[in-house]
């Protein structure tokens, strides 16, 4: 999964350094997949810790703007994606990938996903974050807290303040209304950046994707 990643975005222009986070990551690359990679110089591997939150801040202590962040389970991850979300993820302190269920329904790629219920649409991630300067840093320490509660909407918002877990749970919150009032609590300024492709909510969290992507791909090739 990580060499589809690494290759898509080595291969994309308007990507410099690619930085691997990972508990281990000098293991993952001795896998032939990944060799030829650990060997590119735009490659550098960097070993994570407990969190991703905490993780993400000691890199970006070092790093030029603006970071763009996936993941190595983001298997259909392609430049169509990249130049959408990338068109769209400036004029914010940080932005968020998303996918509508009724777009990757069209494909019927909507099955065994995690969506947020909004009044207006039904999402779920894209694994596709922008960070475009250091404001992000508030953003990221608050992430702590939010990040254990990634699977469980409810709890996130209810981190966020019980009147918007109300909202949410009887769909009266718009998707743009949520991120206004993730943005008023992080202080800084997020953007849900609606991805058109059906394929971009879809990772790999379990084997029934490990499937589903591999299917995908054979029919690609």
């Given at each position: 999964?990580?060499?589809?990643?690494?290759e898509?975005?080595?291969?994309y222009?308007r990507?410099?350094e690619?930085?691997?986070?990972?508990?281990?990551?000098?293991?993952?690359?001795?896998?032939?997949?990944l060799?030829r990679?650990?060997?590119?110089?735009?490659?550098r591997?960097?070993r994570s810790?407990g969190?991703?939150?905490?993780?993400?801040?000691?890199?970006?202590?070092?790093s030029?703007w603006?970071?763009?962040?996936?993941?190595?389970?983001?298997?259909?991850?392609?430049?169509?994606?990249?130049d959408?979300?990338?068109?769209h993820s400036?004029?914010?302190?940080a932005?968020?990938?998303?996918?509508?269920?009724t777009?990757?329904?069209?494909?019927?790629?909507?099955?065994n996903?995690t969506?947020?219920?909004?009044?207006?649409?039904?999402v779920t991630?894209?694994?596709l974050f922008?960070?475009?300067?250091p404001?992000?840093?508030?953003g990221?320490?608050?992430?702590?807290?939010?990040e254990?509660?990634?699977?469980?909407?409810?709890r996130?918002?209810?981190?966020?303040g019980?009147?918007l877990?109300?909202?949410?749970?009887?769909?009266?919150?718009s998707?743009?209304?949520?991120?206004?009032a993730?943005?008023r609590?992080?202080?800084?300024?997020?953007?849900?950046?609606r991805?058109?492709?059906?394929?971009a909510?879809?990772?790999?969290?379990k084997y029934?994707d490990?499937?589903?992507?591999?299917?995908?791909?054979?029919?690609?090739?």
């Open positions: 999964m990580l060499a589809h990643v690494l898509t975005l080595l291969a222009p990507i410099g690619v930085l691997v986070l990972a508990q281990h990551p000098e293991v993952l690359f001795d896998h032939p997949a060799i990679h650990s060997l590119d110089p735009r490659v591997l960097v810790g969190r991703i939150s905490t993780s993400l801040m000691a890199v970006l202590r070092n030029d603006p970071v763009l962040v996936t993941t190595a389970d983001h298997v259909l991850l392609d430049a169509a994606m990249l959408w979300f990338l068109d400036g004029h914010c302190d932005a968020v990938g998303i996918a509508e269920r777009v990757a329904a069209a494909e019927a790629l909507d099955g996903r969506w947020l219920h909004f009044r207006d649409v039904d991630g894209a694994n922008a960070f475009n300067g404001r992000i840093f508030a990221l320490a608050y992430w702590k807290r939010l254990a509660h990634r699977k469980k909407p409810w996130m918002a209810w981190e966020l019980p009147w877990l109300l909202r949410m749970m009887f769909r009266r919150l998707l743009d209304e949520g991120f206004a993730l943005s609590k992080l202080g800084l300024t997020v953007h849900a950046v991805i058109p492709y059906a394929r909510g879809v990772d790999v969290d029934a490990h499937v589903l992507v591999e299917g995908l791909l054979t029919r690609q090739v």
